[in-house]
């Protein structure tokens, strides 16, 4: 059972359009990141949220904490082909340090 | 960000055979670091959490004997997959991380058994 459920799986879409990809859980988590990866490389950190409810953007990405900081999502305003990759939400569980990491949602975007 | 890099980036090996790969924190001292596999067009799975200085917590179904890590020092951590079968074939990713919870990835190892 995966703990951190992830929408979509797979996402294509044309440059300039928007989206969100959405983390769901029915687990509370401490905090929250988000990871882009591109084939053949490991993740790269984009955000750490911490607060329920809390909104953080970076650029074009506007990332979102539930309230109840048991999900997230993530919006991407005019997407470029740039933003292809595999998008990892990962939770963090107060007392564990280890992450627990969503499904995965592989976005591509079509020039 | 904190860099993290992981050596070798491949490796194409004998069935049977071992191969180690390591795992250092560049920039700062990493207390925990994780290993990872991934499989294609999937998600990460951890396979252990390693303290410096202290034997790894293994994540259920993983074989420890199989999977040996090390982590001697607060920037080396090093994970050796013994006996090496085709069903070990996958990417092996580590992760480091210090005081704060985020955690910071390697590059990545391409593991082949043939």
């Known amino acids: 059972t995966q703990l951190l459920e992830q929408s979509p799986q797979f996402l294509s879409i044309q440059e300039g359009e928007n989206l969100t990809v959405y983390c769901n859980s029915s687990?509370?988590?401490?905090?929250l990141q988000w990871y882009r990866q591109e084939p053949g490389e490991g993740p790269v950190l984009l955000v750490t949220?911490?607060?329920?409810?809390e909104v953080k953007k970076l650029k074009r990405l506007t990332f979102q904490f539930g309230d109840a900081r048991k999900d997230s999502s993530l919006h991407i305003t005019a997407a470029q082909t740039g933003d292809t990759g595999l998008y990892l939400c990962?939770?963090?569980?107060?007392?564990?340090?280890?992450?627990?990491f969503g499904s995965g949602t592989r976005l591509q975007v079509q020039p | 960000g904190a860099v993290v890099s992981q050596h070798p980036s491949r490796v194409i090996c004998k069935s049977g055979t071992s191969v180690k790969i390591e795992c250092r924190s560049l920039?700062?001292?990493?207390?925990?670091m994780f290993w990872y596999r991934q499989f294609p067009k999937k998600s990460l799975m951890l396979m252990a959490t390693?303290?410096?200085?202290?034997?790894?917590?293994?994540e259920q179904g993983v074989e420890k004997d199989k999977f040996l890590i090390n982590h001697a020092s607060l920037t080396l951590s090093t994970l050796t997959v013994t006996s090496a079968h085709p069903e070990d074939s996958s990417f092996y990713i580590c992760s480091a991380t210090g005081t704060l919870t985020e955690q910071y990835f390697g590059p990545g190892t391409r593991l082949t058994v043939t």
């Open positions: 990962a939770g963090a569980v107060t007392g564990r340090r280890a992450l627990t």
């Open positions: 920039d700062f001292q990493a207390t925990t």
């Open positions: 949220v911490v607060t329920g409810g």
């Open positions: 687990s509370v988590f401490s905090s």
């Open positions: 390693s303290n410096e200085g202290s034997k790894a917590t293994y």
